[in-house]
């Protein structure tokens, strides 16, 4: 089972990236994911989650608007797509399994990808 | 939205202690609690959840307590892999996961 994540890099305030996650090792479209960041220095922040089918979709307060989960079941593949970057956006960002149910803890996690927002 | 809270911020102890992490939740939560270990650059582990579950591979040296707002993360005799900082995670919503600001386990 493994989740890994891509795309991070450094960006403009204002500007875009879209961050991918490619998943093996379990059956993806059973079960809701998430992307959840860390700032440096900083704790741990859920960020969105996306149902199994991807029909239900969730976002902190924090990027709702201007962030967009996304999945490809095809291709076992989670995709956060981040518009207006703000600074306070710098932070790894990780992919996330739940456990069973989206009622649920996170089981699997990537090794992350960097984000970093500055001019 | 249901913050979470943490207590202590840092923790001094030494090998072989036994070490008591809390949070408190602000508003009922029931079981709906998990626990995660963070080490540098790696990536968080689930150690607990439903409160009290342990996790498939975690030592049994791990132990979780509570329900309602009040939680309770035990480790029975600190070993030197358990340095690390702990994180507590509520997901009593179907929307929102709040995590707590997290414990940071440091040797003495």
């Known amino acids: 089972v493994q989740l890994l994540e891509s795309g991070g890099g450094l960006v403009q305030p204002g500007g875009s990236l879209r961050l991918s996650c490619a998943a093996s090792?379990?059956?993806?479209?059973?079960?809701?994911m998430s992307w959840v960041r860390q700032p440096p220095g900083k704790g741990l922040e859920w960020v969105s989650s996306i149902s199994g089918g991807g029909a239900s979709t969730y976002y902190a307060d924090s990027v709702k608007g201007r962030f967009t989960i996304s999945r490809d079941n095809s291709k076992n593949m989670l995709s956060l797509q981040m518009n207006s970057l703000r600074a306070e956006d710098t932070a790894v960002y990780y992919c996330a399994k739940f456990r069973i149910l989206s009622r649920d803890a996170f089981d699997i996690w990537g090794q992350g990808t960097m984000v970093t927002v500055s001019s | 939205d249901i913050q979470m809270t943490q207590s202590p911020s840092t923790l001094s102890a030494s090998v072989g202690d036994r070490v008591t992490i809390t949070c408190r939740a602000s508003q009922s939560i029931s079981i709906w609690l998990a626990w995660y270990q963070r080490k540098p650059g790696k990536a968080p582990k689930l150690l607990i959840y439903q409160a009290s579950t342990l996790e498939s591979g975690v030592p049994s040296r791990f132990s979780g307590t509570g329900s309602g707002t009040e939680f309770t993360l035990t480790i029975s005799s600190l070993q030197p892999d358990d340095f690390a900082t702990y994180y507590c995670?509520?997901?009593?919503?179907?929307?929102?996961?709040?995590f707590g600001q997290g414990t940071k386990v440091e040797i003495k």
């Open positions: 090792g379990f059956s993806f479209l059973n079960y809701a």
């Open positions: 995670q509520q997901y009593n919503s179907y929307s929102t996961w709040t």
